[in-house]
T-cell receptor, first 112, second 115 residues
Framework: LAKTTQPISMDSYEGQEVNITCSHNNIATNDYITWYQQFPSQGPRFIIQGYKTKVTNEVASLFIPADRKSSTLSLPRVSLSDTAVYYCLVGAPLSSASKIIFGSGTRLSIRP | EAQVTQNPRYLITVTGKKLTVTCSQNMNHEYMSWYRQDPGLGLRQIYYSMNVEVTDKGDVPEGYKVSRKEKRNFPLILESPSPNQTSLYFC??????????????FGPGTRLTVL
């Protein structure tokens, strides 16, 4: 299982774009990259998943360079409600390798 | 509504008194998992199950048992709880094999205190 490294914390302001980078130098060929968001005392919530290049949904974008050794979660125009911990996970699809390792996550604080 | 439910949500117990935390999902998911979350340590996987009667250890299985007799249920059993098992516990499920995103859906959490 690939180890991930993320910044411990980040601060930003409402309306700004926030980019959180995750490093995963030992990513394997069949690994996917998944991001979760967690609010205090709640379970994590899936945000986005990708394998390569760029993935976009209604919440965020995920940028993955060609070497796949890192990925960047991009949150456009954040609001106070985006204050949460964001986790980057790297691993094969659950059908083939089912142990999951969450890293320490990035605590994002949004200010008015 | 698609959901993962856990019971109880809060529990205070004493050392050595066996307890079970239930987890149920209504999405016909094959994959289920238990995590514990402690300050500064993030989420750590305890046990997971790929399907009925198939379970395996995660990163921190010591002191816990699980069973998967039915697809929808995945109870977490603490045979002899100790204070170091005081934690916030989450159950999660995923479609697993054949799914597109392997998205895990998490329950609301169970806050356990062992005195």
């Amino acid at each position: 299982l690939a180890k991930t490294t993320q910044p411990i914390s980040m601060d930003s302001y409402e309306g700004q774009e926030v980019n959180i980078t995750c490093s995963h130098n030992n990513i394997a060929t069949n690994d996917y990259i998944t991001w979760y968001q967690q609010f205090p005392s709640q379970g994590p919530r899936f945000i986005i998943q990708g394998y390569k290049t760029k993935v976009t949904n209604e919440v965020a974008s995920l940028f993955i360079p060609a070497d796949r050794k890192s990925s960047t979660l991009s949150l456009p125009r954040v609001s106070l409600s985006d204050t949460a911990v964001y986790y980057c996970l790297v691993g094969a699809p659950l059908s083939s390798a089912s142990k999951i390792i969450f890293g320490s996550g990035t605590r994002l604080s949004i200010r008015p | 509504e698609a959901q993962v439910t856990q019971n109880p949500r809060y529990l205070i117990t004493v050392t050595g008194k066996k307890l079970t935390v239930t987890c149920s999902q209504n999405m016909n998911h094959e994959y289920m998992s238990w995590y514990r979350q402690d300050p500064g340590l993030g989420l750590r996987q305890i046990y997971y199950s790929m399907n009925v009667e198939v379970t395996d250890k995660g990163d921190v299985p010591e002191g816990y048992k699980v069973s998967r007799k039915e697809k929808r249920n995945f109870p977490l059993i603490l045979e002899s709880p100790s204070p170091n098992q005081t934690s916030l516990y989450f159950c999660a499920s995923s479609a697993g094999k054949g799914s597109n995103t392997d998205t895990q859906y998490f329950g609301p959490g169970t806050r356990l205190t062992v005195l």
